[in-house]
């Protein structure tokens, strides 16, 4: 490949995590042996925030009439796509059966887990999407308790549009703690909730390391780490609608990649050179935010051709990937490792972030090289059955006989053997395992 560097990350997304995961384990082990009590404990050290923990309805309805109306509709718009996208995400996944062999029964049940922990951030930014991200789809999927759990603010609470978006979501309950004690109240089930199955949403370090901990213990939508972008651009792409999209995804944090890949050079030159301008326009904690991602994680790169475009993007295995080129069709059937996509200029990252119906809980760090982001699915326990006639048993019985033996799992055989013998008491069969 004939890759070029105009501009190479000094730094990436990765670093040594390990006195987070100690911290992290302190708090965990601590709650659990401590239960309420020390939970509230640190609530009270990290949250600063000594207010009512599980809010009660009233407690909803005034952080609910606190709300804008035009913020309210913004929301119910929001919430109505993520609900249409996600009904149909469920309408593929099929309870069925299927006779294997004459009288063998086997088949597929979907089975959505009892409680969900929906983790909403609520510190440098309020993120309204994503109650509405993890609480939709988690009510779609049939859950039958939905936690929302989001960081309260010193002598406020939760912010109102969290708790309103989180409210006509489907929420059972709305759980106001931060950080790792949150996740840690909804792993327990402390405070008179359910132990969740599974935990979801973004957070921070600490929220993402329990949620890794936690794991196997609970499920959990995915590990994440910081949020990165990438944009594939050739030379019919708007360089100030490439420049945009790609300050629009720094300002998520100080180690948020950007990636640009293009075969167009003056493209990539005229990014460069609008990037910094759009950054230095910006309010200050998004601008501080855009500034360090861009300096030390953001990546511009020319490719000879739309195929090690495509080539270099799949390596890469972007969080997003928005593709600014020509025919569309060829870029969304060859692409392969990406957690959303989203073609043509029409469209943009903050669209799927925010409002347009598709989850913006997605693979960080190259895990779309193997999994996709939250849906209906991740709730979902994807279970199997089977049911047989004495007559069709037989077959299936001979063969697992002589294949345990084989295996030298003598009892495993002894199973299917006890069956042959009630079932069929006049015959003899060959069930030797030999090799």
Same mark, same amino acid.
């Given at each position: 490949?004939?890759?070029?560097?105009?501009?190479? @990350?000094?730094?990436?997304?990765?670093?040594?995590?390990?006195?987070?995961?100690?911290?992290?384990?302190?708090?965990?082990? #601590?709650?659990?042996?401590?239960?309420?009590?020390?939970?509230?404990?640190?609530?009270?050290?990290?949250?600063?925030?000594?207010?009512?923990?599980? &809010?009660?309805?009233?407690?909803?309805?005034?952080?609910?009439?606190?709300?804008?109306?035009?913020?309210?509709?913004?929301?119910?718009?929001?919430?109505?796509?993520?609900?249409?996208?996600?009904?149909?995400? &469920?309408?593929?996944?099929?309870?069925?059966?299927?006779?294997?062999?004459?009288?063998?029964?086997? !088949?597929?049940?979907?089975?959505?887990?009892?409680?969900?922990?929906?983790?909403?951030?609520?510190?440098? +930014?309020?993120?309204?999407?994503?109650?509405?991200?993890?609480?939709?789809?988690?009510?779609?999927?049939?859950?039958?308790?939905?936690?929302?759990?989001?960081?309260?603010?010193?002598?406020? !609470?939760?912010?109102?549009?969290?708790? +309103?978006?989180?409210?006509?979501?489907?929420?059972?309950?709305?759980?106001?703690?931060?950080?790792?004690?949150?996740?840690?109240?909804?792993?327990?089930?402390?405070?008179?909730?359910?132990?969740?199955?599974?935990?979801?949403?973004? !957070?921070?370090?600490?929220?993402? #390391?329990?949620?890794?901990?936690?794991?196997?213990?609970?499920?959990?939508?995915?590990?994440?780490?910081?949020?990165?972008?990438?944009?594939?651009?050739?030379?019919?792409?708007?360089?100030?609608?490439?420049?945009?999209?790609?300050?629009?995804?720094?300002?998520?944090? +100080?180690?948020?990649?950007?990636?640009?890949?293009?075969?167009?050079?003056?493209? @990539?030159?005229?990014?460069?050179?609008?990037?910094?301008?759009?950054?230095?326009?910006?309010?200050?904690?998004?601008?501080?935010?855009?500034?360090? $991602? =861009?300096?030390?994680?953001?990546?511009?790169?020319?490719?000879?051709?739309?195929?090690?475009?495509?080539?270099?993007?799949?390596? +890469?295995?972007?969080?997003? &990937?928005?593709?600014?080129?020509?025919?569309?069709? =060829? =870029?969304?059937?060859?692409?392969?490792?990406?957690?959303?996509?989203?073609?043509?200029?029409?469209?943009?990252?903050?669209?799927?972030?925010?409002?347009?119906?598709?989850?913006?809980?997605?693979?960080?760090?190259?895990?779309?090289?193997?999994?996709? !982001?939250?849906?209906?699915?991740?709730?979902?326990?994807?279970?199997? =059955?089977?049911?047989?006639?004495?007559?069709?048993?037989?077959?299936?019985?001979? @063969?697992? @006989?002589?294949?345990?033996?084989?295996?030298?799992?003598? /009892?495993?055989?002894?199973?299917?053997?006890?069956?042959?013998?009630?079932?069929?008491?006049?015959?003899?069969?060959?069930? $030797? /395992?030999?090799?």
């Amino acid at each position: 490949m004939s890759r070029e560097y105009l501009k190479k @990350a000094p730094l990436t997304a990765k670093s040594d995590a390990s006195e987070t995961k100690k911290i992290v384990r302190t708090i965990l082990d #601590e709650i659990e042996a401590g239960g309420d009590k020390v939970a509230l404990d640190y609530a009270h050290k990290f949250d600063k925030y000594e207010g009512e923990i599980i &809010l009660s309805a009233e407690t909803i309805e005034a952080a609910s009439a606190k709300v804008p109306e035009k913020l309210k509709r913004d929301i119910k718009f929001s919430h109505a796509n993520v609900k249409r996208f996600a009904e149909a995400q &469920l309408g593929t996944v099929k309870d069925f059966e299927v006779e294997v062999i004459p009288g063998f029964v086997a !088949g597929q049940k979907a089975i959505p887990v009892d409680a969900a922990g929906c983790y909403v951030p609520g510190g440098r +930014y309020s993120h309204i999407a994503s109650a509405i991200m993890t609480v939709t789809t988690a009510k779609v999927a049939g859950c039958k308790n939905i936690i929302a759990c989001s960081p309260p603010r010193p002598g406020v !609470g939760i912010a109102p549009a969290i708790i +309103y978006a989180a409210h006509i979501c489907g929420a059972d309950k709305i759980l106001a703690m931060g950080g790792v004690q949150g996740v840690a109240a909804m792993t327990y089930g402390l405070f008179g909730l359910p132990k969740a199955n599974i935990l979801v949403g973004p !957070g921070n370090q600490f929220v993402a #390391e329990a949620k890794r901990m936690l794991f196997g213990r609970v499920g959990i939508d995915m590990i994440a780490g910081p949020t990165d972008s990438l944009v594939l651009a050739d030379k019919t792409a708007d360089p100030m609608i490439v420049a945009a999209d790609l300050v629009g995804q720094a300002e998520h944090g +100080y180690n948020s990649p950007v990636w640009l890949v293009t075969d167009d050079r003056p493209l @990539a030159e005229e990014v460069m050179r609008l990037v910094p301008g759009l950054i230095d326009d910006l309010p200050e904690v998004n601008r501080d935010n855009a500034t360090a $991602a =861009w300096r030390d994680y953001a990546e511009v790169i020319v490719c000879s051709d739309r195929e090690e475009m495509a080539q270099t993007s799949d390596e +890469y295995a972007p969080e997003h &990937l928005t593709v600014q080129a020509e025919d569309l069709d =060829w =870029w969304l059937n060859r692409l392969s490792c990406y957690g959303s996509l989203f073609l043509g200029e029409e469209t943009t990252v903050a669209f799927g972030d925010k409002a347009s119906g598709t989850n913006h809980v997605l693979p960080t760090s190259g895990a779309a090289s193997y999994t996709g !982001g939250l849906s209906v699915h991740k709730y979902m326990k994807i279970v199997t =059955w089977q049911q047989a006639t004495r007559e069709a048993s037989r077959p299936v019985a001979e @063969a697992t @006989a002589r294949i345990s033996r084989l295996e030298g799992m003598e /009892g495993h055989a002894r199973t299917a053997d006890i069956r042959l013998q009630k079932y069929f008491p006049d015959e003899t069969f060959d069930l $030797a /395992g030999e090799a």
